[in-house]
């Protein structure tokens, strides 16, 4: 027996907070009945699951890759603006692949994508710190009190982020180049960062996920990720 949500995501339907969703929209049956509670448990050889009509199950290939997402896509499979979207940058798989976290419109570096939700969930999840390191330009500069704060933690939403890693690279009469490190990924939180101690940024590009490294992959390109990389994001388990 297995909670749905796992089965859900074993499924290839997304990471297993968006699967908990699509139960409690009722969009998931059990042997024909619509389900809303997630502490249900399913039989996977003798139940029949359904999403929105469909039989489901989770026989299927495991695929996990690394785009080097351009400015100006987005990370949602269509946009009602017509904007580019980072999926019309990999090949058809015949599989239902899904972004594992997003950069924004004008960001752009390291995405990780696969079918594999649990995979999905280990990395997004708050208990494991994985590391997120970025570059960063900004406009002007930072005096060594600003970039103490950013270092110790900044107040968004009323919730303090987690201590930072922030070094500086280099300096113009313009801007700053920036290497910062977080261990969570909040909605925009390095540009939410930046501006809070008086400045804006200019340029944002991901560069490494966990011991997943962008490297030399070209802009707009993709690859898939060996199993050493894969493998490597079963050591953290580190606790809050």
Sequence with gaps: MVRINKYLAQCNLGSRRK?????????????????????????????????????????????????????KYITTKCDEFSRNTVYQLLPDFDQNMFSVGRLDYMSEGLLIFTNDGDFANKIIHPRNKFPKVYKVIIKGSLNNERINQLRNGIMIDGKKTRPALVYKKKADSNSSTFRI??????????????KSVGSEVLELKRLQIGDIKLGKLPIGMWRLLKPSEIGSFLKYNRKN
Excluded: W
């Excluded at 039989?55 to 299927?60: A, H, L, Q, T, V």
């Excluded at 490190?181 to 930046?194: A, F, H, L, N, P």
């Design 19 to 71: 699967v908990e969703n699509l139960v409690k929209e009722g969009k998931i049956a059990l042997n024909g009945k619509t389900i809303k509670d997630l502490s249900v448990k399913i039989d996977p050889e003798n139940d029949i699951i359904e999403y929105d009509g469909k039989k489901i199950g989770y026989n299927f290939e495991k695929i996990y890759l690394i785009l080097n997402k351009p400015k």
């Design 181 to 194: 490190t977080i261990y969570e990924g909040r909605k925009r939180q390095i540009r939410r960062m930046v």
